[in-house]
């Protein structure tokens, strides 16, 4: 294979099982996906991949040869990578991070401080996206990072933990349970807010809950956190949080947190990224400098 092009070409469809998905993922048309097909087909007098359905399938020659072109372009990777001499001043990436509201308000303001004195000219953008979403961006380097609580992503993925966590009951002050204990009866005769979080392991708060009796007080459920405070103020409901950023939106709204009387393990925020990029100098720098920075500011926070 004479152009490299094609060899990224081969490995997106090869992966993504589409052209529409493969052209999205090397940011390129459609048509010069199909046209980069159209020649390794003449080189190689095969059709390397067919329409099964609504997937691009490998045909059996394909099958055969990919193990090759695959190691092939990762030993190109790895060259480049080698070549690369990072220097972080001079760095002037956008670096793509996958995190909810919760990471952008926790998160994000440590990370730009930091990265302001390390990598003054380097940029930092937010995305969210279900679990496949993210998983499919951080194996094409479309996300670099993703930060969270996300324990079933797992395909060729590595994970750092920054910190543990727990759960606290948030409710306004001057709630009707302010000054009292808060106990289990009086825990699940309350109205709850819930946010639901597919995709990641805070699934397991929303069962806890129903397990515990409360299936029919969860009087409110919304798909973000940031605008739970509001609620909580113009209510009487509670609100199951991370401890983190419990202690985060006390700082800006008149809340109160309290222990909850549920039993509900601890659970750990991590970083995730795709094994590809696992040696990539910038890569690595990255995730360190956000490794490092979060775990001083979350443990501070614990």
Aim: charged fraction near 20%.
């Amino acid at each position: 294979m004479k152009d490299l092009n094609l060899l990224f070409t081969f490995e997106a469809l090869w992966r993504d099982h589409s052209v529409s998905i493969a052209a999205e993922n090397l940011g390129v048309t459609q048509g010069a996906v199909s046209g980069s097909l159209k020649r390794m087909r003449q080189d190689y007098g095969d059709r390397l991949f067919t329409v099964v359905g609504r997937r691009m399938e490998p045909t059996p020659f394909a099958i055969q040869i990919a193990p090759t072109l695959l190691e092939a372009l990762e030993l190109v990777r790895e060259a480049q990578n080698r070549a690369v001499d990072f220097d972080p001043q001079h760095c002037r990436k956008t670096f793509t991070v996958r995190t909810r509201d919760i990471g952008e308000a926790v998160c994000l303001p440590t990370i730009l401080k930091v990265l302001r004195n390390q990598s003054p000219m380097s940029r930092v953008h937010t995305v969210a996206g279900t679990v496949d979403d993210t998983l499919s961006g951080l194996s094409t380097g479309r996300i670099d990072l993703a930060i969270g609580y996300l324990p079933t992503l797992k395909t060729d993925i590595h994970r750092t933990i920054v910190s543990s966590q727990h759960y606290v009951c948030a409710l306004r002050e001057g709630h009707p349970l302010a000054e009292a204990e808060l106990t289990l009866e009086r825990f699940l005769s309350q109205q709850h807010l819930l946010v639901e979080t597919g995709g990641t392991g805070h699934v397991a708060l929303e069962r806890a809950l129903v397990e515990a009796g409360a299936r029919h007080n969860i009087g409110v459920r919304i798909p973000q956190y940031l605008s739970a405070p509001h609620l909580l103020l113009e209510s009487d409901m509670l609100w199951v949080v991370p401890s983190v950023l419990g202690k985060t939106m006390a700082r800006f709204f008149p809340l109160l947190m309290k222990p909850v009387p549920l039993d509900l393990p601890e659970f750990d925020v991590g970083l995730y990224w795709h094994d590809r990029f696992h040696r990539d100098p910038q890569s690595k720098w990255f995730r360190e400098m956000v490794a490092a920075a979060l775990r001083q500011s979350l443990e501070a926070s614990s």
